[in-house]
């Protein structure tokens, strides 16, 4: 392989691998941003890969081409439901944000394997008819040199996820909802002062994370493991909130931080093509993300960086 | 009197009320799925209770149970969360398989010993690292075991496959010098897998309640978990809690998984993914309410589902999955106690006073 074939694989596997965790990072930025702690992004995932498996088999002669975005859909309003769990027990019911988030990551594999036995007798969908693939993205693979490097072979989700998290930033920082939701995960008495909807904003927040949540578990179920299982969804959700730490709650920074963790969990993978990288022992490259996160958030973040009442109940005043 | 009595009565109402609601909830979606609950129920509980085997077998599930409980428990005291017990455990199991395989010529009343001694120093040190950061770097603890977990995960499955195996994917088995199964106990349950484990179980029970409630090392972590502030200006080093109560989160743990590998499975084979007593330790020492005893008692119940799972896709063709819906929804009631606690003070301000309305929630 030359050069230029060695960077071409390295982005691209790195963009289909970064792509699941784009999305649920994002979805993890917007419940923090309001406050509330969502540890239940691996469970969300989980149902929204589940779901999306479903509809791929069911639908897949229907809709053709189209199936695996229409599923993405699917994956993420089933993950919009799942949230809502999460929603109801710590904004109204008071439950600690971990215990609830524990919950939702003990509930969820149980689901959505229970339900794959209801209704394929097998703890696995087996492989989904229409899949995401690798496709060029529209004109601009023609690109001289950085087009077929950054967007030939490469995967379509990813490119979708990237144009979420510039939406999201600029939902987040341009738009009054974008300010009222930070404002409830910083300050909800000052904000409840001012007439915002305290417990609104919070539920806003939790279902976007629980839309895009469930849309990486789409892209996970529809893009990488190619069905649902058990094993689907591994730890990705986790990876994910380790990603919007390391992006520091900022929509841009935790895209460039999954796409970082979708190259250290790719190298892992194709690293025996690389040299250099082939003669890192292949352990190392496994823990990485996983280190770098733990040193990030001692040496990078100190204490000020998250939402000031973050994992807080809010109660309103009467 | 009144408020004492009453923080009794709702200290275990939630639990039980919680372990209903849960067992209703797996009912209706059971029968959401054409599925006959009783039949399920029953097939569960006839099927553990019906013999010494699967008994003991539930009795050895809930003794690893009670040991990741017991860990998630002290941390949470001091206000943590250790969701790391099941990369600790895991820990304490690769290292106890190790220091029993590598001096094999040693006797029982030394190997035995030294390798759940190894065991648990390597998971107290394991949950140490987080410990660490937080007190001196304010690094949120949840965020570091849940990374921790997956580095164990990897770290043991590289172990057992570059180093303790030549095979691949699990170890040889330690020696009978290495192993905590019991003869009298195999026998009396008709061979099942329940080992000296247990009566550790119920003594670190013991112990544990021993050091919460009778020791000021123990008063001072209850102390910095209620208000950390006050305890920092009453004297007590809110650092050194801090990382005392991780080790000995991480020491409960790493012990578990010791017991679990050397009595359970006496070998250790690669994972796909972080071992389920760990998970489950955290549901028991919610439902345990932090109470060892509680633990203790929700760790046999778990035991019981686990184990009882296994006869529902026959006996009642519901895919065991259900067992796991049902401890899922029971963690959820706990969680949010505060619907049931809302409704206990309801009933109770109403039979006292009509006149005096509790002050409720946003409803």
């Known amino acids: 392989m030359n050069a230029l074939d060695i960077i071409q694989l390295i982005v691209s596997s790195s963009l289909i691998y970064a792509a699941p965790l784009i999305l649920t990072a994002l979805g993890g930025t917007f419940s923090e941003r309001s406050g509330v702690v969502n540890i239940g992004l691996e469970g969300i995932m989980v149902m929204g890969a589940f779901m999306s498996a479903i509809f791929n088999i069911f639908f897949a002669s229907t809709f053709g081409g189209w199936t695996p975005w229409l599923g993405l859909l699917a994956g993420g309003i089933i993950g919009i439901v799942f949230s809502l769990i999460h929603a109801v027990a710590t904004i109204n019911l008071r439950a600690d944000h971990i215990i609830s988030g524990t919950v939702i990551n003990l509930a969820a594999p149980a689901l959505g394997v229970f339900l794959t036995r209801a209704i394929f007798g097998a703890a696995q969908t087996g492989p989904l008819p229409e899949s995401f693939g690798i496709t060029n993205i529209f004109l601009l693979h023609r690109i001289p040199i950085i087009g077929p490097i950054l967007f030939g072979n490469t995967s379509a989700p990813a490119f979708f996820g990237i144009v979420i998290a510039i939406i999201s930033w600029f939902v987040l920082f341009k738009t009054t909802f974008g300010l009222r939701l930070r404002s409830v995960g910083e300050h909800p008495h000052a904000a409840e002062t001012l007439g915002i909807k305290v417990y609104a904003m919070k539920y806003s927040g939790v279902m976007l994370s629980g839309l895009l949540g469930g849309m990486g578990g789409a892209i996970q179920a529809q893009a990488i493991s190619n069905e649902f299982g058990i094993l689907t969804i591994a730890g990705q959700g986790f990876i994910a909130m380790a990603a919007m730490i390391f992006g520091k709650w900022n929509p841009i920074g935790v895209m460039g931080a999954a796409i970082f963790f979708g190259f250290g969990q790719s190298l892992a993978r194709i690293g025996t093509y690389i040299p250099i990288i082939q003669d890192i022992p292949s352990i190392l490259l496994l823990i990485m993300p996983y280190l770098l996160t733990i040193i990030v958030l001692v040496v990078v973040i100190g204490r000020s960086e998250a939402p000031a009442k973050l994992g807080e109940t809010y109660v309103k005043t009467k | ?363």
């Open chain 2, 1 to 363: 009197m009144i408020r004492q009595s009453r923080g009794f009565l709702s200290s275990l109402v939630v639990p039980i009320l919680s372990i209903i609601f849960g067992f209703v909830f797996g009912a209706i979606l059971m029968l959401l799925f054409g599925y006959n609950p009783v039949v399920a129920y029953d097939a569960m509980i006839s099927g553990v209770f019906g013999s010494q085997y699967f008994l003991g077998e539930a009795l050895r599930q809930a003794t690893s149970l009670t040991f990741t409980g017991l860990g998630f428990a002290l941390a949470y005291k001091a206000g943590f969360f250790n969701i790391g017990v099941s990369g600790q455990a895991l820990a304490g199991w690769v290292s106890a398989i190790w220091v029993a395989l590598a001096f094999p010529e040693l006797p029982q009343l030394v190997l035995l010993p030294l390798s759940i001694l190894a065991g648990t120093l390597v998971g107290a040190l394991w949950a140490s690292i987080a410990g660490t950061l937080r007190a001196f770097f304010g690094t949120s603890e949840v965020i570091v075991t849940i990374m921790l977990n997956y580095t164990a995960l990897q770290l043991t499955n590289f172990i057992i496959r570059d180093i303790l195996s030549e095979t691949g994917n699990s170890t040889e088995s330690v020696g009978e010098n290495a192993s905590l199964s019991l003869q009298w106990l195999t026998d009396l349950t008709q061979g099942s897998r329940l080992n000296a484990g247990l009566f550790i179980a119920i003594a670190v029970v013991i112990l544990y309640w021993i050091f919460i409630t009778r020791t000021t090392a123990g008063f001072e972590i209850r102390a910095v978990g209620l208000n950390s502030f006050a305890s920092t200006y009453a004297g007590m080093s809110a650092k050194k809690n801090i990382i005392l109560s991780m080790f000995l989160s991480g020491a409960l743990a790493g012990l578990g998984g010791a017991i679990h590998g050397l009595g359970t499975f006496g070998n250790i084979f690669t994972q796909t993914g972080l071992p389920s007593i760990g998970f489950d330790g955290i549901s028991v020492a919610l439902l345990g309410l932090g109470n060892p005893i509680g633990i203790f008692f929700s760790s046999i119940l778990f035991g019981v589902l686990n184990v009882g799972a296994a006869f529902m896709p026959n006996r009642a063709g519901v895919p065991d999955e259900m067992a796991s819906i049902v401890t899922a929804a029971i963690i959820f009631f706990i969680g949010a106690n505060y619907i049931i606690r809302y409704f206990i003070e309801k009933r109770a301000s109403r039979d006292q006073s009509p006149t005096t309305a509790t002050r409720g929630g946003e409803e």
